[in-house]
T-cell receptor
């Protein structure tokens, strides 16, 4: 149980275009979902926290107009990288908290974004 | 949020026991300690979680001294597939470890 999926697993896009990444909790309802970014050989950095039906909370230094987060249901959160640039190339990982059982974050498999 | 400090890297051989220690001097009363494992190009995977003394599951043990300012993840008889980065995190479990702060992690390399 407690499986989190991400789609796509990898995506290549051209500079200036937008790309959407989906994060789904497959077998549970997620009260809260988190989005992280990880550059090569570096640790995970929290980008934002999203709660179903409300606006996401962004960490300092993360542009909310560039990284649009929508948490439309208790099982789906999306991250849209708008007007992507090569420096946005990274590994994006989401995680989720189980409703009524918040002792642990469950992580998705990650999405490798490459902007050319 | 309590900051954690771990060794950057460790080397071991197959069949050996590996102990990775994490320092968290500013741990709060409500904080739990959680360890995650991450393979390249994959999301972190939960290993073990504890509050005090010792916790053991099918893959690891977690030792936490009385002052809780450090913790040690023990991996018995490692194999090549245990080569990964191991992260120690502390946070308030009752709030779902909101705003997890990942430190550098420890890169474990297991050799034949």
């Amino acid at each position: 149980g407690a499986v989190v999926s991400q789609h796509p697993s990898r995506v290549i896009c051209k500079s200036g275009t937008s790309v959407k990444i989906e994060c789904r909790s497959l077998d549970f309802q997620a009260t809260t979902m988190f989005w992280y970014r990880q550059f090569p050989k570096q640790s995970l950095m929290l980008m934002a926290t999203s709660n179903e039906g409300s606006k996401a909370t962004y960490e300092q230094g993360v542009e909310k107009d560039k990284f649009l987060i929508n948490h439309a249901s208790l099982t789906l959160s999306t991250l849209t990288v708008t007007s992507a640039h090569p420096e946005d190339s990274s590994f994006y990982i989401c995680s989720a908290l189980i409703r009524d059982r918040v002792s642990e974050q469950y992580f998705g498999p990650g999405t490798r974004l490459t902007v050319t | 949020l309590a900051k954690t400090t771990q060794p950057i890297s460790m080397d071991s051989y197959e069949g050996q026991e590996v102990n990775i220690t994490c320092s968290h001097n500013n741990i709060a009363t409500n904080d739990y300690i959680t360890w995650y494992q991450q393979f390249p190009s994959q999301g972190p995977r939960f290993i073990i979680q504890g509050y005090k003394t010792k916790v053991t599951n099918e893959v690891a043990s977690l030792f936490i001294p009385a002052d809780r300012k450090s913790s040690t993840l023990s991996l018995p008889r490692v194999s090549l597939s245990d080569t990964a980065v191991y992260y120690c995190l502390v946070g308030d479990r009752d709030t779902g470890f909101q705003k997890l702060v990942f430190g550098t992690g420890t890169r474990l390399l297991v050799s034949p």
